[in-house]
């Protein structure tokens, strides 16, 4: 069973950043690929960026694009999702999730996708 843990999440003030961890355990965590994914109130989860497995191939969704990166330590087990220049609206709950992929250049900023899921880690953005 593979677990993930996010951390790293809290309040900024608009105009700052944050990083993300994802740590990841269990069966192999680098056969998988990491997406971000994130949720505000009230609304429906949407994707924010993803990796691949090997780390040399990123995709990003268009709530963040340009203002995050995703990164991937695979020595440590670890996805970070760097985000800049943080909005108000980019408030919310901020997830990881995994896939196994055996495809090396693959990732997908499409929750359906995804098989496990971590707990989430919130971040407050203030005007």
């Known amino acids: 069973q593979l677990q993930l843990v996010e951390s790293g999440g809290g309040l900024v003030q608009s105009g700052g950043s944050l990083r993300l961890s994802c740590a990841a355990s269990?069966?192999?965590?680098?056969?998988?690929?990491i997406g971000w994914f994130r949720q505000a109130p009230g609304k429906e989860r949407e994707g924010v960026g993803c990796?691949?497995?090997?780390?040399?191939?990123?995709k990003y969704a268009k709530s963040m694009k340009g203002r995050s990166t995703v990164s991937r330590d695979n020595a440590k087990n670890t996805v970070y999702l760097q985000m800049n220049n943080l909005k108000p609206e980019d408030t919310g709950v901020y997830f990881c999730?995994?896939?196994?992929?055996?495809?090396?250049?693959?990732?997908?900023?499409?929750?359906?996708?995804?098989?496990?899921w971590g707990q989430g880690t919130q971040v407050t953005v203030a005007s």
């Open positions: 999730a995994a896939v196994f992929s055996n495809i090396g250049n693959y990732c997908s900023v499409g929750d359906f996708d995804y098989d496990y």
């Open positions: 269990g069966i192999t965590p680098n056969y998988y690929a």
């Open positions: 990796i691949n497995r090997g780390g040399a191939m990123t």
